[in-house]
């Protein structure tokens, strides 16, 4: 169903899409609800002469998908169209934390005969010092200022050592149509970025490419359950019984460097004299008296959110590296990349607006996806479940009253907090039934008598265990029913790869 939140003198109504029988969380919209002070923000520097461009400004809309919970200023699962401004924070800090989908020509039973060998082999390339990404910093300037095009112009720098051993040019070329901006964002500079990129010309290894992240983030090796349209999970090669590969990650610390670095612009333009905003969520002007500004903005949005693609494309060779060692060549193709933490630019009746999604899917439909490879069945939208429950692959409806979104995932109903004090015996029942690969194995004999390192890593567990998320069944039903994007297909877990 959709609730209308009203208010009153604040903002009309906004459409919050949640499950039949629930309600929002109470601490999700009162920061909702701080959020849309924003408002009042907007009239202050509406009166300061010059600081917008002529043409007006505002909030053209806001709608929460079905997985709206609490966040860090502004909730999760918020969607926010604009005209005339950006918001930074409505993105978040996790810059293009986003989706990457792979299917594959591996049946479930090879992986399962094979589960003891791949455990350690995947903990030796994740965790262990196994990854093996080189990069000179002629490569990392290309990808923080042209992204994925970038590293095909630069490949070669790496002479195919390490986990470039899987990079073909051809086959990469060919995936950037199915990478959301093509993966490459063009940036003008890589401000405060210069230490990281290091030597031009030297080879060098970083700790954050090829990351999964903490938190929710995670990589999933994942058999297909059900096909609930034939049609285009034929087209996209989506069949029953088979493996498919999905993985949720971010930009790291360089989104966490570039959502500071905004933040700071933001405090830099705003006027002398006027209240600073109370909720401590700023905006930035389309161009006018800050062009420079805006300029800087953009480049260090795009510098994270490159760095988010070309992240999980090294996590993608990770995983292929492990399968390819243990069980031989197999294929292994890509659907889909798409952010949920990002400002995207959308021409309407031949006006510029600004759609912001902060943990939230890009689902667009036929018309939006017109000139692609899914121009006949809309926008992939990739919808993971809690650990260790089903996730799913559905198709954009392009609905502009959803602002053309969907979901990220199933959504918190217990903060981490709570679910570390969960039910024991619900979380044995899970942990019996579940096979996950984290930094620890907790099998190791060294570990028996460390009841310290033991608790740490349960809690993380329990944490996002499926007891603390919302039914992803009935997130996807409210999808459904409207019409913000399709099932195709539903997902099991074979195995979890979490931090």
């Known amino acids: 169903m959709i609730h209308k939140i009203e208010y009153k003198d604040r903002y009309n109504a906004i459409s919050c899409y949640l499950p039949e029988g629930s309600a929002p969380d109470k601490k999700a919209a009162e920061e909702l609800y701080q959020m849309t002070a924003l408002e009042e923000t907007l009239e202050r520097l509406a009166a300061v002469p010059g600081f917008f461009r002529e043409g007006g400004q505002r909030i053209e809309k806001i709608i929460l998908t079905p997985d709206f919970h609490k966040g860090a200023g502004i909730p999760i699962g918020t969607v926010m169209m604009t005209k005339g401004f950006a918001v930074p924070q409505a993105m978040g800090n996790d810059i293009n934390c986003g989706m990457r989908f792979y299917t594959t020509d591996l049946p479930e039973e090879r992986i399962r005969e094979k589960l003891s060998e791949l455990t350690k082999k995947i903990r030796r390339i994740f965790f262990e010092g196994g990854r093996q990404i080189p990069m000179t910093g002629r490569q990392r300037q290309a990808l923080f200022l042209h992204g994925l095009e970038g590293l095909l112009e630069t490949n070669r720098d790496s002479g195919k050592r390490g986990l470039w051993h899987y990079y073909q040019p051809e086959v990469q070329e060919k995936w950037l149509s199915r990478t959301v901006f093509r993966g490459s964002l063009k940036a003008e500079d890589t401000e405060g970025l210069e230490d990281f990129i290091g030597s031009y010309e030297q080879l060098t290894y970083d700790d954050q490419i090829g990351t999964i992240g903490g938190g929710n983030h995670f990589l999933e090796v994942q058999r297909v359950a059900e096909i609930y349209d034939g049609q285009t999970a034929n087209a996209w090669k989506i069949r029953k019984g088979a493996v498919a590969v999905m993985l949720h990650a971010g930009s790291l610390m360089i989104g966490h460097h570039g959502g500071l670095l905004n933040r700071r612009i933001c405090q830099e333009i705003y006027p002398a004299g006027v209240p600073h905003p109370e909720n401590k969520i700023y905006l930035i002007p389309e161009e006018g008296k800050a062009t420079e500004a805006w300029k800087r903005f953009w480049s260090a949005s795009g510098n994270s959110a ?146 310290d390192i033991l608790k740490k890593w349960e809690e993380a567990i329990r944490a996002e265990a499926p007891y603390a998320y919302k039914d992803i069944d009935q997130v996807i039903a409210v999808h459904a029913q409207h019409n913000m994007a399709a099932p195709v297909a539903r997902l099991e877990p074979v195995f979890t790869v979490k931090s």
Request: proline share 4%; glycine share 14%; charged share 25%.
């Open 306 to 451: 490159n760095f988010g693609f070309a992240n999980r494309l090294f996590l993608g060779f990770m995983i292929q590296d492990a399968l390819t060692d243990v069980l031989g060549d197999f294929d292994m193709e890509l659907l889909y990349d798409a952010p949920h933490n990002y400002i995207w630019k959308k021409q309407i009746g031949g006006e510029e607006y600004y759609v912001h999604r902060k943990g939230a899917c890009c689902a667009g439909g036929c018309e939006e996806m017109e000139g692609t490879e899914f121009a006949c069945y809309g926008e992939p939208v990739m919808i993971p479940g809690s650990m260790g429950s089903s996730s799913y692959l559905l198709r954009g409806l392009g609905n502009p009253e959803s602002l053309w979104s969907a979901s990220h995932g199933a959504g918190r109903k217990k903060s981490r907090g709570d679910a570390i004090r969960g039910n024991d015996e619900e979380f044995r029942r899970f942990m019996k039934k579940f096979h996950i690969i984290t930094p620890i194995d907790p099998s190791r004999s060294d570990l028996k008598g460390r009841t």
